[in-house]
């Protein structure tokens, strides 16, 4: 049960029904909103009763929550949102420029190194 979505997801959010006879009319209700919403990408999880909402924008997830509320009339307990692409530096890497114009009298010049490498820990916003 997913829609198809421009790009990749980068946020994530966990939700499941609040009563449990609920269960079966989030799932239909989720399956209708990813027919209708192609920014959403829904996925399941059977055994853990869990749906996991993905977009690119926070917007996206709170519009589908706000249609289950408001027009699906289901109450649902929601997790925290969670980044799921993140780009990071993967490993050390140099570069070197110079930037050399003469131009008549006084030239310009710059020199430039730079070195990049990943850090021992990854700090999440």
Request: proline content about 3%.
């Given at each position: 049960?997913?829609?198809?979505?421009k790009?990749?997801?980068?946020?994530?959010l966990?939700?499941s029904?609040?009563d449990?006879?609920?269960n079966?009319?989030?799932?239909?209700?989720?399956?209708?909103i990813a027919?209708?919403?192609?920014?959403?990408r829904i996925?399941?999880?059977?055994?853990?009763?869990?749906?996991?909402?993905q977009?690119?924008?926070?917007?996206?997830l709170?519009?589908?929550?706000?249609?289950l509320?408001?027009?699906?009339?289901?109450?649902?307990?929601?997790?925290?949102?969670d980044v799921?692409f993140?780009?990071?530096i993967?490993?050390r890497?140099?570069?070197?420029?110079?930037?050399?114009?003469?131009?008549?009298?006084?030239?310009?010049?710059?020199?430039?190194?730079?070195r990049?490498e990943?850090?021992?820990?990854?700090?999440l916003?």
């Amino acid at each position: 049960m997913s829609g198809s979505s421009k790009g990749h997801p980068i946020l994530q959010l966990v939700i499941s029904a609040t009563d449990g006879a609920d269960n079966d009319r989030l799932q239909t209700a989720l399956a209708e909103i990813a027919i209708q919403d192609p920014s959403v990408r829904i996925k399941m999880r059977p055994q853990e009763r869990l749906f996991i909402l993905q977009g690119r924008a926070k917007s996206d997830l709170q519009s589908v929550y706000d249609r289950l509320r408001d027009v699906y009339h289901l109450a649902v307990n929601v997790g925290l949102l969670d980044v799921l692409f993140l780009e990071t530096i993967g490993k050390r890497a140099e570069a070197e420029g110079k930037y050399i114009r003469q131009t008549g009298g006084v030239g310009n010049y710059g020199h430039c190194k730079l070195r990049v490498e990943p850090r021992a820990f990854l700090l999440l916003l």
